[in-house]
């Protein structure tokens, strides 16, 4: 019997989706760009781009999506929010809002400083600690290459939270049942790990 290929939505309202189509490309998985409610149906998982998450927010409204992609997620549907879809799915934001404000999806049991780590020109590189099999996957020994952009930082999160990425001491990804955060893009490189951590959460 041939293996069926899989589907993983991607929002594609606004942000770097591209690049996350591009990494799912690589997994042979199917990217279905996702800007209405009835684009939905039949995926294994779905990513929440980087971006700007005021932006997001606003068309999550328009789009009708809110309430559809809202009920996905948490009826088990695995997600991988990076970046501004952290902040969309957080319950709790603080820090520097800026005078247009995020309705988060309150998804994720966790505060989110929106713009912690400041503003464009402080974005950087560095190399991440990952811990693997806490997303579900087998031990890998290559460090992960982490892409900070006007990076939120999950400042807290409650018991049912686990942190899977460290940048030093700091906890820049978690993992919350079928929710994987990450404050950085792995979709600005061209390693798949945490995409192909996440669908597999689907099986
Ligand atoms: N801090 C940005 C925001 O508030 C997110 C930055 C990003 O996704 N690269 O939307």
């Known amino acids: 019997m041939q293996a069926m290929t ?3 939505g991607v929002l594609a309202l606004q942000g770097d989706f591209a690049a996350h189509a591009k990494l799912l490309a690589r997994l042979d998985v ?3 760009e996702v800007r ?3 684009q ?7 990513m929440l781009p980087g971006g700007e998450s005021t932006t997001m927010s606003l068309l999550l409204d328009s789009s009708g999506l809110r309430e559809p992609l809202r ?3 948490a009826g088990g549907l695995p997600v991988l929010a990076t970046c501004a879809g952290v902040i969309l799915l957080a319950d709790t934001l603080e820090g520097d809002h800026g005078s247009l404000p995020v309705t988060p999806l309150g998804l994720l049991h966790a505060t989110v400083n929106r713009n912690a780590y400041g503003r464009q020109v402080n974005s950087f590189e560095a190399r ?3 811990d693997w099999p806490a997303l579900g996957a087998a031990e890998s020994a290559a460090d992960f290459h982490g892409v900070f952009i006007r990076a939120p930082q999950i400042a807290k999160w409650r018991a049912d939270v686990v942190p899977v990425a460290w940048e030093g001491p700091d906890v820049v990804a978690v993992r919350q049942d079928n929710i994987v955060a990450a404050s950085f893009h792995p979709e600005l490189t061209a390693d798949p790990r945490f995409h192909a951590a996440v669908l597999n959460l689907a099986n």
């Open 30 to 32: 199917e990217a279905v």
């Open 71 to 73: 009920a996905l997620i």
């Open 40 to 46: 939905l149906t039949g995926l294994s998982a779905l």
């Open 36 to 38: 209405r409610p009835d």
């Open 128 to 130: 991440l600690r990952v």
């Open 6 to 8: 899989k589907r993983a």
